[in-house]
């Protein structure tokens, strides 16, 4: 109902009173006050209304950019689990042991790793696969302190690598997987770290190099999963 229509009623009332009775006239002055009063808490009622409308579309449209975000990220980490599981799969189905790795030097005997040391290792890894990469990161770095002599040094190198890789902190990631390429050069990592090292390069735009890696790798170890992988790569930027 309309203001128009709701004042009618008074004003004929008013109208109909004519110069009547002092009493008739106050009643009708008091009904259009209270139409008034009811008219203002109308118009209060709809700006509330238009007020509330606005907050809901503005939430709608944060939801809908945190949603995009989400999937964004999503995508990308199906896209790494992808490509580890095939560098993985390669890994298993490669007919032997590659022969073109260059000969490194005499390996010094491993540290068998301790129970303690195995239980630290093995609940970074558990925070890296629930998704928590900056815990992981976390318990690896005091890994690598605790037990430097560890076994499984090349390993927790190179999850430590994958976490910050994970992150986007490709700057941080790259000297993870260096170290492995430098100091480990006989640990089953040293492949899946020359490939992720030029994968860090690439993602921090470093294009030449990130290409010259990617070429070492199919053309000194051609026929392993890495090979494969650093090929495809090499594909996928037209080269």
């Not at 006239?25 to 109308?42: A, I, P, S, T, Y």
């Not at 999850?159 to 990631?173: D, E, P």
Request: hydrophobic fraction near 40%; include cysteine; proline fraction near 5%.
């Amino acid at each position: 109902m309309t203001v128009r229509k709701m004042m009618l009623p008074a004003l004929a009332a008013l109208l109909a009173v004519g110069c009547g009775s002092e009493d008739q006239l106050r009643r009708v002055e008091q009904e259009v006050g209270d139409l008034k009063l009811e008219v203002f808490k109308l118009r209060q009622s709809v700006e509330d209304g238009n007020k509330k409308a606005q907050v809901d579309q503005q939430a709608a449209a944060e939801a809908r950019i945190q949603d995009r975000r989400f999937q964004a990220d999503l995508q990308e980490s199906l896209r790494q689990v992808q490509d580890t599981t095939r560098v993985l799969n390669n890994r298993l189905n490669s007919p032997g042991k590659v022969s073109s790795r260059p000969a490194a030097a005499e390996p010094q005997p491993a540290t068998t790793a301790s129970a303690e040391d195995e239980r630290a290792f093995n609940a970074a890894v558990l925070d890296y696969n629930r998704g928590n990469y900056s815990l992981a990161a976390e318990g690896l770095d005091l890994f690598l302190t605790t037990y430097p002599q560890s076994a499984k040094r090349p390993d927790a190198l190179f999850f430590l690598g994958l976490c910050q890789y994970n992150l986007r902190a490709y700057v941080k990631a790259q000297p993870a997987f260096e170290r492995i390429i430098k100091d480990h050069a006989a640990s089953p990592q040293f492949l899946p770290a020359k490939l992720k090292r030029a994968q860090c390069l690439l993602k921090q735009g470093l294009k030449p190099a990130a290409v010259k890696s990617f070429r070492e790798l199919v053309e000194g170890f051609s026929g392993s999963a890495e090979a494969r992988t650093a090929q495809q790569e090499l594909s996928d930027l037209g080269l």
